[in-house]
């Protein structure tokens, strides 16, 4: 999570608002071990957890990783920043990933951390599933909560259209985000389960009823 001063910067949410082409940049490296495999992702101003990688999305990685065992999935990560959620799930699944955001620095991020990481897929530029096509055995997000409510329940009510018969949408958010409520809502088109909990993050899996 940002620091308090980060957040009076602004810098915490530039990431959600601007494709700032005059945005500074400083690279930098951030690494994260999972059963012996190494990852590094390159991260920089203007996105997402730029020092270090999210509390939640690691919650959301390991616990799937705990669960599921079935390799070669598609993959879908909605929002996916530099790519720590599709990229650890891809290489650990043997699985093909596809990552979509629609922030140009992390997704130019993202392709590069994918490839250097060697997990097969791609990173495309989209306003939620604009881009997306095809179905997946996985839809997986840690979403936008500073987009919005509807953003976020468009991302996560529109995932049935792009998931296999026995596809699963897996997503993460902080019980003060209104994980509760959000979930509610999400009943009407799925049957949605808390697989997890740690330090106020809940990570949901919700299936087609
Ligand atoms: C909470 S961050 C998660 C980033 C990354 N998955 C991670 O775990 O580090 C949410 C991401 O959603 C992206 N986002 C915001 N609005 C979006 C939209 N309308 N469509 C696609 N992605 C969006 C943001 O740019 C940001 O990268």
């Given at each position: 999570m940002q620091s308090k001063k980060e957040e009076m910067n602004g810098d915490f949410l530039e990431h959600y608002f601007t494709n700032n082409a005059n945005l500074k940049s400083e690279m930098r490296q951030i690494t994260y071990e999972n059963g012996g495999t190494v990852f590094t992702f390159w991260s920089d101003l203007g996105v997402f957890s730029k020092n270090h990688i999210d509390y939640g999305s690691k919650l959301l990685v390991e616990t799937i990783l705990e669960k599921r065992k079935k390799q070669n999935l598609k993959i879908l990560d909605v929002?996916?920043?530099?790519g720590f959620i599709g990229i650890v799930l891809g290489k650990l699944l043997n699985s093909e990933v596809t990552m979509v955001d629609v922030n140009k620095r992390a997704l130019h991020l993202c392709e590069k951390n994918r490839k250097e990481n060697q997990v097969e897929g791609s990173c495309i530029e989209s306003?939620?599933?604009?881009n997306v096509t095809g179905k997946f055995d996985l839809v997986v997000t840690n979403p936008p909560i500073r987009a919005g409510k509807s953003v976020v329940l468009e991302m996560l009510e529109k995932a049935k259209e792009y998931m296999n018969e026995e596809g699963e949408l897996w997503f993460v958010i902080r019980k003060d985000q209104g994980v509760k409520s959000i979930s509610k809502v999400l009943e009407d088109t799925y049957k949605v389960e808390k697989i997890a909990t740690s330090k106020g993050f809940y990570v949901m899996c919700a299936k087609s009823c």
């Open positions: 929002g996916c920043g530099y306003n939620i599933y604009e």
